[in-house]
């Protein structure tokens, strides 16, 4: 059974430092990797989606990469800002034909001004 | 940009009652999910759905949950006989197939009193 897990629960940083964020999976036979951003009360907002054959993916100040054979997956936000506080959620896509998202329990971020 | 919509955002109900989530997924998206997440736990899994019927269901989703899409916009989860354990955020998504990017909604709070 998949178990995705995120560290640290919780993250607090002044603005402008470059953070990581990590995942860890127990199954490393995934499909692709997901990391999402939630906003308090809100929806899940996708950031970036990596397949099990990709390295890493960037969009704009956040970078994702995977190691499939190790289970690891790492977020890293550059100069962040106090608009990127939120909860970071990974979620993983198992192969063998399953369509469910398996997340783990997020990192709350908080950017400090 | 299209988006899923959920409706209604907050909703309160009696233990034992029935109350109906309500989604529009993204038009030209083929897989349609729903996730829910108890309050300080991690997103969980509920059912999957594919033309015209349920392609993937958790362990969760026993026969008090049902799912339907009764026009070719609107898709709905139906939570029979409610209960306080019934409470938290569902999330309805769709994808245009599982290993593309899934597009959650804002979410539902079913809080059962």
């Known amino acids: 059974k998949q178990e995705v897990t995120q560290i640290p629960a919780a993250l607090s940083v002044p603005e402008g430092e470059n953070l990581v964020l990590n995942c860890s999976f127990t199954?490393?036979?995934?499909?692709?990797l997901q990391w999402f951003r939630q906003d308090p009360g809100k929806g899940l907002t996708s950031l970036l989606l990596?397949?099990?054959?990709?390295r890493e993916q960037t969009s704009g100040r956040l970078n994702a990469s995977l190691d499939k054979s190790s289970g690891r997956s790492t977020l890293y936000i550059a100069a962040s800002q106090p608009g990127d506080s939120a909860t970071y959620l990974c979620a993983v896509l198992t192969q063998g034909g399953s369509e469910k998202l398996v997340f783990g329990k997020g990192t709350k971020l908080t950017v400090n001004p | 940009e299209p988006e899923v919509t959920q409706t209604p955002s907050h909703q309160v109900t009696q233990m034992g009652q029935e109350v109906i989530l309500r989604c529009v997924p993204i038009?030209?998206?083929?897989?349609f999910y729903w996730y829910r997440q108890i309050l300080g736990q991690k997103v969980e899994f509920l059912v999957s759905?594919?033309?015209?019927?349920?392609?993937?269901k958790s362990e969760i989703f026993d026969d008090q949950f049902s799912v339907e899409r009764p026009d070719g916009s609107n898709f709905t989860l139906k939570i029979r006989s409610t209960k306080l354990e019934d409470s938290a955020m569902y999330f309805c998504?769709?994808?245009?197939?599982?290993?593309?990017?899934?597009?959650f909604g804002q979410g539902t709070r079913l809080t059962v009193v």
């Open positions: 990596i397949q099990s054959s990709q």
């Open positions: 998504a769709s994808s245009v197939d599982p290993g593309r990017v899934a597009f």
């Open positions: 038009s030209n998206h083929l897989y």
């Open positions: 759905f594919y033309n015209n019927e349920i392609s993937e």
């Open positions: 199954d490393s036979a995934i499909y692709n």
